[in-house]
């Protein structure tokens, strides 16, 4: 395990969950800021994927706000976003790209196919518009799956070119570490980041499943939780 991982200028730290920092001098993006356990530096960009209270957190969010930071969200999460009184806020639709502090910014589509709240009723289902990103700065493309099943669309970010994949692995409501571990196949990250365990839903076994399960073929770094 590692604080954080490096690609050129860009640094990406894990702070739990699936809330992520990711840096460039002078630029700081954060994904799905939750839980948090301090609120500096301040945010440029701030990447919502859906409304969930561990995704959107008001209260994070507000920590992380100066008067230049621009949030993102799909328009689910608006609601939950203005809550925090975000000064700027860009609606999020799939395969919408668009540029946001220097950070070139697509949404991508984030659903579930077969993880049910109830019989016949999925926990993220495909209409209602929630996302994952993918975000290039410094020229690195990071990919932050959001909560979702391993679906179609993934095919897409495989002729994207993607460094770093953020994947979700815990199962349950997310892909299980072998769903991730075929999303990985299918996306060809030179890297992948396990990410939505050890706080809400399952734990580092699943990370280290995932990454037994990709072993040989694609790189997994698990990050140790930044304090
Ligand atoms: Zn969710």
Redesign the pocket.
């Known amino acids: 395990m590692v604080g954080e991982y490096r690609a050129g200028e860009v640094t990406i730290e894990w702070l739990g969950h699936d809330a992520f920092r990711v840096r460039r001098p002078g630029v700081t993006v954060y994904f799905d800021p939750y839980n948090l356990r301090g609120y500096s530096p301040r945010a440029d960009l701030i990447l919502v994927?859906?409304?969930?209270f561990?995704?959107c957190s008001p209260g994070d969010i507000a920590g992380l706000l100066s008067e230049k930071t621009i949030v993102a969200a799909p328009r689910i999460a608006v609601k939950c976003v203005g809550k925090a009184g975000a000064p700027r806020i860009i609606e999020a639709k799939a395969w919408t790209p668009f540029n946001a502090a220097g950070v070139t910014v697509t949404p991508v589509p984030a659903y579930n196919v077969n993880k049910y709240r109830s019989p016949g009723r999925v926990?993220?289902p495909r209409g209602d518009g929630?996302v994952g990103y993918v975000a290039e700065l410094g020229g690195v493309k990071i990919y932050h799956a959001?909560?979702t099943d391993l679906i179609p669309e993934m095919e897409r970010l495989k002729d994207m070119g993607i460094d770093v994949a953020l994947l979700p692995v815990s199962g349950v409501?997310?892909m299980t570490p072998e769903e991730a571990a075929e999303a990985a196949r299918l996306i060809r990250p030179k890297v992948a980041i396990p990410m939505h365990y050890g706080s809400i839903v399952a734990s580092e076994k699943e990370a280290k499943r995932f990454k037994d399960l990709l072993s040989g073929e694609i790189d997994v770094v698990i990050l140790e939780r930044k304090v």
């Open positions: 994927s859906h409304e969930h561990d995704h926990y993220h929630r959001g909560d409501y997310v």
